[in-house]
């Protein structure tokens, strides 16, 4: 069985993490980027979008041989300070094709991770089940 966290422990990560940037909008990766983002969003009350990218089953298991933009970007990012969110980073993919598809048009794109290895992240190990998740 995955071992958990509390929810008081990630949200006191969530309260003291500091950015070193400005950012003008968060964008989650939905579906898993949307609780971290919109914690986020409470904390920086900045503008929040999705982008709808998919790689991988409820399961965790590939669907796709690489990710897939499962809908239209329909926000403007153009030269915007961007703070991308998703919950978990295991081998990058996602994370990284959501990048490419940001960073022609937008100012700057820093990556979050509730758990993973981005820019800014609450965890860095293996994983485990987050609080909101049933």
Request: proline share 4%; net charge neutral.
């Amino acid at each position: 069985m995955i071992e958990g966290k509390s929810f008081d422990d990630v949200m006191k990560r969530f309260r003291e993490i500091q950015f070193h940037e400005t950012f003008d909008m968060i964008i989650a990766i939905a579906n898993g980027g949307i609780i971290p983002a919109a914690i986020l969003n409470q904390r920086l009350n900045i503008d929040i979008q999705l982008l709808k990218i998919n790689l991988r089953d409820q399961n965790q298991k590939p669907k796709y041989d690489n990710p897939k933009l499962l809908s239209p970007i329909d926000f403007d990012f153009k030269d915007k300070s961007i703070l991308l969110v998703e919950d978990r980073i295991k081998t990058g993919a996602t994370v990284k094709f959501a990048v490419e598809l940001l960073k022609p048009d937008a100012k700057l794109v820093k990556t979050f991770a509730v758990n993973g290895n981005a820019d800014y992240s609450l965890y860095n190990e293996s994983c485990f089940r987050f609080p909101w998740n049933l």
